[in-house]
Protein backbone atom coordinates (compact mmCIF):
# COMPACT_ATOMS: atom_id res chain seq x y z
CA UNK A 1 0.00 0.00 0.00
CA UNK A 2 2.50 2.58 0.72
CA UNK A 3 4.39 2.00 -2.74
CA UNK A 4 1.36 1.65 -4.45
CA UNK A 5 0.21 5.53 -2.78
CA UNK A 6 3.51 6.54 -3.30
CA UNK A 7 3.87 6.01 -6.89
CA UNK A 8 6.57 3.40 -6.60
CA UNK A 9 4.99 0.77 -9.50
CA UNK A 10 7.74 -1.49 -9.53
CA UNK A 11 7.28 -1.83 -5.54
CA UNK A 12 3.99 -2.03 -5.92
CA UNK A 13 3.89 -4.88 -8.44
CA UNK A 14 6.60 -6.90 -6.77
CA UNK A 15 4.37 -6.47 -3.48
CA UNK A 16 1.38 -7.61 -5.01
CA UNK A 17 3.15 -10.25 -7.05
CA UNK A 18 4.44 -11.84 -3.49
CA UNK A 19 1.21 -11.62 -2.16
CA UNK A 20 -0.59 -13.81 -4.75
CA UNK A 21 2.39 -16.25 -4.47
CA UNK A 22 1.52 -16.45 -0.93
CA UNK A 23 -2.16 -16.82 -1.41
CA UNK A 24 -1.58 -19.84 -3.59
CA UNK A 25 0.36 -21.26 -1.25
CA UNK A 26 -2.77 -21.04 1.26
CA UNK A 27 -5.02 -22.54 -1.18
CA UNK A 28 -7.16 -19.03 -1.44
CA UNK A 29 -7.20 -19.61 -5.05
CA UNK A 30 -9.96 -17.06 -6.02
CA UNK A 31 -8.55 -14.60 -4.02
CA UNK A 32 -5.26 -15.40 -5.76
CA UNK A 33 -6.65 -15.41 -9.33
CA UNK A 34 -9.01 -12.03 -8.80
CA UNK A 35 -5.22 -9.80 -7.41
CA UNK A 36 -3.55 -11.68 -10.63
CA UNK A 37 -6.59 -11.22 -13.05
CA UNK A 38 -6.37 -6.99 -12.12
CA UNK A 39 -2.51 -6.73 -11.57
CA UNK A 40 -2.28 -8.21 -15.57
CA UNK A 41 -4.94 -5.85 -16.85
CA UNK A 42 -4.02 -2.54 -18.60
CA UNK A 43 -5.56 0.47 -19.90
CA UNK A 44 -7.09 -1.63 -22.93
CA UNK A 45 -8.49 -4.04 -21.05
CA UNK A 46 -6.12 -7.04 -21.81
CA UNK A 47 -3.25 -8.27 -20.28
CA UNK A 48 0.13 -6.62 -20.06
CA UNK A 49 2.10 -6.74 -23.19
CA UNK A 50 -0.96 -8.92 -25.54
CA UNK A 51 -2.74 -7.09 -28.27
CA UNK A 52 -5.69 -8.54 -29.59
CA UNK A 53 -4.04 -10.41 -32.55
CA UNK A 54 -1.65 -12.33 -30.35
CA UNK A 55 -1.51 -16.46 -31.00
CA UNK A 56 -4.29 -18.27 -29.70
CA UNK A 57 -1.30 -20.67 -28.67
CA UNK A 58 -2.91 -21.44 -24.71
CA UNK A 59 -0.24 -20.11 -21.49
CA UNK A 60 -0.28 -24.01 -20.46
CA UNK A 61 0.66 -25.24 -23.62
CA UNK A 62 4.33 -23.32 -22.63
CA UNK A 63 4.96 -25.65 -19.77
CA UNK A 64 4.08 -28.91 -17.49
CA UNK A 65 3.65 -28.50 -13.93
CA UNK A 66 5.35 -31.30 -11.95
CA UNK A 67 5.30 -32.18 -8.31
CA UNK A 68 8.84 -33.14 -7.25
CA UNK A 69 9.67 -36.16 -6.02
CA UNK A 70 13.01 -36.76 -6.29
CA UNK A 71 15.14 -35.47 -2.45
CA UNK A 72 18.89 -33.87 -2.37
CA UNK A 73 19.75 -36.10 -0.29
CA UNK A 74 19.36 -39.48 -2.45
CA UNK A 75 21.32 -37.66 -4.92
CA UNK A 76 24.76 -38.33 -5.52
CA UNK A 77 26.77 -35.48 -6.33
CA UNK A 78 29.78 -32.91 -5.78
CA UNK A 79 30.24 -31.74 -1.77
CA UNK A 80 30.53 -28.20 -3.66
CA UNK A 81 27.11 -28.57 -5.39
CA UNK A 82 25.17 -30.26 -2.42
CA UNK A 83 26.76 -27.43 0.15
CA UNK A 84 25.78 -24.36 -2.54
CA UNK A 85 21.81 -25.88 -2.89
CA UNK A 86 21.44 -25.81 0.98
CA UNK A 87 22.83 -22.49 0.99
CA UNK A 88 20.13 -21.31 -1.42
CA UNK A 89 17.33 -23.36 0.06
CA UNK A 90 18.26 -21.90 3.90
CA UNK A 91 18.08 -18.00 2.28
CA UNK A 92 14.58 -19.38 1.06
CA UNK A 93 13.36 -20.82 4.53
CA UNK A 94 14.92 -17.60 6.20
CA UNK A 95 14.08 -15.15 3.73
CA UNK A 96 11.90 -13.09 6.13
CA UNK A 97 15.18 -12.23 8.18
CA UNK A 98 16.88 -11.23 4.87
CA UNK A 99 14.61 -8.75 4.01
CA UNK A 100 14.09 -7.44 7.53
CA UNK A 101 18.25 -6.34 6.30
CA UNK A 102 17.22 -5.74 2.70
CA UNK A 103 18.73 -8.30 1.33
CA UNK A 104 16.97 -10.97 -0.55
CA UNK A 105 17.39 -14.79 -1.26
CA UNK A 106 19.09 -15.86 -4.56
CA UNK A 107 17.08 -17.16 -7.21
CA UNK A 108 18.58 -17.60 -10.69
CA UNK A 109 20.58 -20.87 -10.80
CA UNK A 110 22.95 -22.41 -14.01
CA UNK A 111 23.78 -26.27 -13.97
CA UNK A 112 26.40 -27.08 -16.69
CA UNK A 113 28.03 -30.65 -17.66
CA UNK A 114 27.75 -33.59 -19.78
CA UNK A 115 23.93 -35.27 -20.59
CA UNK A 116 22.55 -37.88 -17.91
CA UNK A 117 24.32 -36.42 -14.75
CA UNK A 118 21.79 -34.92 -12.51
CA UNK A 119 20.63 -31.71 -13.45
CA UNK A 120 16.73 -31.96 -14.01
CA UNK A 121 16.75 -34.50 -10.70
CA UNK A 122 18.86 -31.81 -8.45
CA UNK A 123 16.19 -29.41 -10.28
CA UNK A 124 13.28 -31.29 -9.35
CA UNK A 125 15.03 -31.78 -5.65
CA UNK A 126 15.44 -28.43 -4.89
CA UNK A 127 11.91 -27.88 -5.72
CA UNK A 128 10.93 -30.62 -3.34
CA UNK A 129 12.81 -28.56 -0.33
CA UNK A 130 11.17 -25.64 -1.43
CA UNK A 131 7.86 -27.52 -1.60
CA UNK A 132 6.74 -25.71 -4.39
CA UNK A 133 5.57 -26.72 -7.91
CA UNK A 134 7.90 -27.76 -10.33
CA UNK A 135 7.90 -26.02 -13.72
CA UNK A 136 9.21 -27.31 -16.93
CA UNK A 137 8.97 -25.50 -20.26
CA UNK A 138 8.07 -26.73 -23.13
CA UNK A 139 9.86 -25.78 -25.66
CA UNK A 140 7.52 -27.14 -28.80
CA UNK A 141 5.05 -24.47 -27.49
CA UNK A 142 7.10 -21.70 -26.84
CA UNK A 143 9.15 -21.45 -30.27
CA UNK A 144 7.25 -20.07 -32.81
CA UNK A 145 8.16 -19.56 -36.41
CA UNK A 146 6.60 -16.35 -36.56
CA UNK A 147 8.29 -12.38 -36.35
CA UNK A 148 7.98 -11.87 -32.60
CA UNK A 149 5.71 -14.52 -31.67
CA UNK A 150 8.92 -16.31 -29.33
CA UNK A 151 9.12 -13.11 -27.30
CA UNK A 152 5.65 -13.03 -26.76
CA UNK A 153 5.00 -16.22 -25.29
CA UNK A 154 8.36 -16.05 -23.21
CA UNK A 155 6.98 -12.92 -21.42
CA UNK A 156 3.30 -14.56 -21.50
CA UNK A 157 5.28 -17.61 -19.52
CA UNK A 158 7.14 -15.34 -17.14
CA UNK A 159 3.71 -13.70 -16.19
CA UNK A 160 2.56 -16.58 -15.39
CA UNK A 161 5.11 -17.52 -12.81
CA UNK A 162 5.73 -14.73 -11.37
CA UNK A 163 3.10 -14.66 -9.22
CA UNK A 164 3.54 -18.32 -8.14
CA UNK A 165 6.49 -19.53 -5.58
CA UNK A 166 7.65 -22.28 -8.41
CA UNK A 167 10.98 -23.51 -9.65
CA UNK A 168 10.65 -22.76 -13.31
CA UNK A 169 13.36 -25.24 -14.95
CA UNK A 170 14.89 -24.62 -18.50
CA UNK A 171 16.39 -27.78 -19.60
CA UNK A 172 18.63 -27.74 -22.64
CA UNK A 173 18.82 -23.50 -21.98
CA UNK A 174 21.28 -22.90 -25.02
CA UNK A 175 18.11 -23.62 -27.21
CA UNK A 176 17.00 -20.11 -26.29
CA UNK A 177 19.97 -18.15 -24.59
CA UNK A 178 22.39 -18.24 -27.58
CA UNK A 179 25.23 -16.16 -28.07
CA UNK A 180 24.03 -13.23 -30.12
CA UNK A 181 26.94 -12.64 -31.54
CA UNK A 182 26.89 -15.80 -33.62
CA UNK A 183 27.31 -14.91 -37.43
CA UNK A 184 24.78 -17.77 -38.04
CA UNK A 185 21.92 -16.99 -36.38
CA UNK A 186 19.02 -14.77 -37.35
CA UNK A 187 18.22 -11.22 -35.80
CA UNK A 188 14.91 -12.95 -34.09
CA UNK A 189 16.96 -15.32 -32.18
CA UNK A 190 19.01 -12.44 -30.76
CA UNK A 191 15.70 -10.02 -29.69
CA UNK A 192 14.62 -13.52 -28.39
CA UNK A 193 17.74 -13.48 -26.20
CA UNK A 194 17.28 -10.08 -25.19
CA UNK A 195 13.54 -10.53 -24.01
CA UNK A 196 15.02 -13.53 -22.22
CA UNK A 197 17.18 -11.79 -20.32
CA UNK A 198 14.97 -8.78 -19.48
CA UNK A 199 12.52 -11.24 -18.22
CA UNK A 200 15.01 -13.24 -16.18
CA UNK A 201 16.24 -9.71 -14.31
CA UNK A 202 12.61 -9.22 -13.60
CA UNK A 203 11.38 -12.24 -11.51
CA UNK A 204 10.62 -12.23 -8.25
CA UNK A 205 12.79 -13.83 -5.68
CA UNK A 206 9.90 -16.20 -5.16
CA UNK A 207 10.60 -17.83 -8.37
CA UNK A 208 13.54 -19.67 -8.26
CA UNK A 209 14.44 -20.27 -12.15
CA UNK A 210 16.62 -22.91 -13.14
CA UNK A 211 18.80 -23.59 -16.60
CA UNK A 212 20.72 -26.48 -17.27
CA UNK A 213 22.99 -27.06 -20.81
CA UNK A 214 24.89 -29.32 -21.93
CA UNK A 215 26.76 -26.55 -23.88
CA UNK A 216 27.78 -23.87 -21.70
CA UNK A 217 30.32 -22.56 -24.59
CA UNK A 218 26.67 -21.66 -26.58
CA UNK A 219 25.60 -19.59 -23.87
CA UNK A 220 25.33 -15.52 -24.96
CA UNK A 221 28.19 -13.88 -22.50
CA UNK A 222 25.68 -12.10 -20.77
CA UNK A 223 23.78 -14.86 -20.00
CA UNK A 224 26.11 -16.35 -17.58
CA UNK A 225 26.24 -12.94 -15.39
CA UNK A 226 22.18 -12.83 -14.75
CA UNK A 227 22.98 -16.33 -12.43
CA UNK A 228 24.00 -15.90 -9.34
CA UNK A 229 24.65 -19.53 -8.85
CA UNK A 230 26.95 -21.42 -11.41
CA UNK A 231 27.48 -24.95 -10.54
CA UNK A 232 28.83 -28.05 -12.77
CA UNK A 233 27.42 -31.42 -12.98
CA UNK A 234 30.51 -33.99 -14.60
CA UNK A 235 30.69 -37.51 -14.51
CA UNK A 236 30.97 -39.84 -11.54
CA UNK A 237 33.35 -40.65 -10.71
CA UNK A 238 34.48 -44.41 -9.45
CA UNK A 239 33.92 -43.68 -5.82
CA UNK A 240 30.17 -41.94 -6.59
CA UNK A 241 29.30 -45.02 -8.75
CA UNK A 242 30.45 -47.03 -6.11
CA UNK A 243 28.03 -45.12 -3.60
CA UNK A 244 25.68 -45.35 -6.04
CA UNK A 245 24.99 -49.34 -6.37
CA UNK A 246 25.23 -49.39 -2.42
CA UNK A 247 22.12 -47.36 -2.10
CA UNK A 248 21.04 -49.42 -5.32
CA UNK A 249 21.14 -52.44 -2.67
CA UNK A 250 19.17 -50.49 0.00
CA UNK A 251 16.52 -49.53 -2.41
CA UNK A 252 16.22 -53.09 -4.43
CA UNK A 253 16.40 -54.46 -0.90
CA UNK A 254 18.61 -57.00 -2.39
CA UNK A 255 22.38 -57.96 -2.58
CA UNK A 256 24.03 -57.55 -6.08
CA UNK A 257 26.45 -60.35 -5.57
CA UNK A 258 29.18 -58.38 -6.97
CA UNK A 259 30.74 -55.83 -4.82
CA UNK A 260 29.76 -52.08 -5.44
CA UNK A 261 33.46 -51.02 -5.93
CA UNK A 262 33.79 -54.09 -8.82
CA UNK A 263 30.62 -52.55 -10.56
CA UNK A 264 32.06 -49.31 -10.48
CA UNK A 265 35.75 -50.28 -11.89
CA UNK A 266 33.24 -52.11 -14.87
CA UNK A 267 30.83 -49.34 -15.07
CA UNK A 268 33.55 -46.69 -15.12
CA UNK A 269 32.67 -43.69 -17.71
CA UNK A 270 28.94 -44.22 -17.39
CA UNK A 271 26.88 -41.43 -16.41
CA UNK A 272 23.86 -41.58 -14.01
CA UNK A 273 21.10 -42.20 -16.14
CA UNK A 274 23.17 -45.22 -17.83
CA UNK A 275 23.55 -46.31 -14.57
CA UNK A 276 20.41 -45.68 -13.83
CA UNK A 277 18.75 -48.20 -16.72
CA UNK A 278 21.70 -50.75 -15.84
CA UNK A 279 20.04 -50.89 -12.33
CA UNK A 280 16.73 -51.01 -14.11
CA UNK A 281 17.45 -53.70 -16.17
CA UNK A 282 18.49 -55.52 -13.05
CA UNK A 283 15.24 -55.28 -11.00
CA UNK A 284 13.16 -56.35 -13.77
CA UNK A 285 15.00 -59.63 -14.89
CA UNK A 286 15.05 -60.42 -11.03
CA UNK A 287 11.81 -60.04 -10.82
CA UNK A 288 10.76 -62.27 -14.04
CA UNK A 289 13.35 -64.66 -12.67
CA UNK A 290 11.57 -65.50 -9.34
CA UNK A 291 11.26 -67.61 -7.31
CA UNK A 292 14.81 -69.07 -8.62
CA UNK A 293 16.25 -65.85 -9.82
CA UNK A 294 19.91 -65.50 -9.34
CA UNK A 295 21.52 -62.08 -8.85
CA UNK A 296 25.02 -63.05 -9.64
CA UNK A 297 24.18 -64.05 -13.19
CA UNK A 298 22.01 -61.69 -13.43
CA UNK A 299 24.29 -58.82 -12.94
CA UNK A 300 26.58 -60.60 -15.06
CA UNK A 301 24.83 -61.02 -18.07
CA UNK A 302 23.31 -57.41 -17.83
CA UNK A 303 27.58 -56.75 -17.40
CA UNK A 304 27.96 -58.68 -20.80
CA UNK A 305 25.76 -56.94 -22.52
CA UNK A 306 26.40 -53.25 -21.26
CA UNK A 307 29.78 -53.80 -22.62
CA UNK A 308 28.95 -54.88 -25.74
CA UNK A 309 26.64 -52.31 -26.07
CA UNK A 310 28.62 -49.32 -25.00
CA UNK A 311 32.36 -50.70 -26.22
CA UNK A 312 32.17 -49.18 -29.87
CA UNK A 313 30.75 -45.23 -27.88
CA UNK A 314 33.74 -45.67 -25.19
CA UNK A 315 36.41 -46.01 -27.69
Not at 245 to 251: M, S, V
Not at 264 to 269: R, S, T
Amino acid sequence: MKAGTSGDQASFRRAVEALIAEERAKKHELLAEQLARHLARNGSGLPNGETRSSSPTSTYDLFFELTPNQQIDKLILPEVVTAAIRELVEEHNRRELLRSHNLNPRNRILLAGPPGNGKTSLAEALATALMVPFIVVRYEGLIASYLGETASRLRRLFDHVRTRSCVLFFDEFDTIGKERGDAHETGEIKRVVSSLLLQIDSLPTHVVVVTATNHPELLDRAVWRRFQIRLELPQPTRSQIERYFAAIETRLNFSLGITPKTLAEKLGGANFSELEDFAGDIARRYVLSLPDANVKRIVADCLSQWQLRFRPRRR
